[in-house]
């Protein structure tokens, strides 16, 4: 069982940065592959950006590329999403997730965060 908690978020105007953190329980934190993801107001929740346990090649989606950067620290159980040049179309709740399968489709991970709000103001 994996729990994860995270920090980070709030209101920023457009252009600015924000990095959100997620932190897990557990010491089988270091064999999860990490993954972000976001939910905008009636859409569907969608990957941001997903990383291997070993940290190896993360895959972001394209239109954060350039702009966000996820990294993890294996020693403190966290992973972290660096948010830069942070647009309006950026705003939505994002999820932090955990799981064996490092895939885009967010059904196919384990564990879940309980969201934080990301607002991008114009």
């Known amino acids: 069982q994996v729990q994860l908690v995270q920090s980070g978020g709030g209101l920023v105007q457009a252009g600015g940065s924000l990095r959100l953190s997620c932190t897990a329980s557990?010491?089988?934190?270091?064999?999860?592959?990490m993954g972000w993801f976001r939910q905008a107001p009636g859409k569907e929740r969608e990957f941001v950006a997903i990383?291997?346990?070993?940290?190896?090649?993360?895959v972001y989606t394209d239109s954060v590329l350039g702009r966000f950067t996820v990294s993890r620290d294996n020693a403190k159980n966290t992973v972290y999403l660096q948010m830069n040049s942070l647009k309006p179309e950026d705003t939505a709740v994002y999820y932090c997730?955990?799981?064996?399968?490092?895939?885009?489709?967010?059904?196919?991970?384990?564990?879940w965060g309980p969201g934080t709000q990301v607002t991008v103001s114009s």
């Open positions: 997730a955990a799981g064996l399968i490092l895939t885009r489709l967010p059904s196919s991970w384990n564990y």
């Open positions: 990383m291997t346990w070993s940290a190896i090649n993360p």
């Open positions: 557990g010491r089988t934190f270091s064999t999860y592959h």
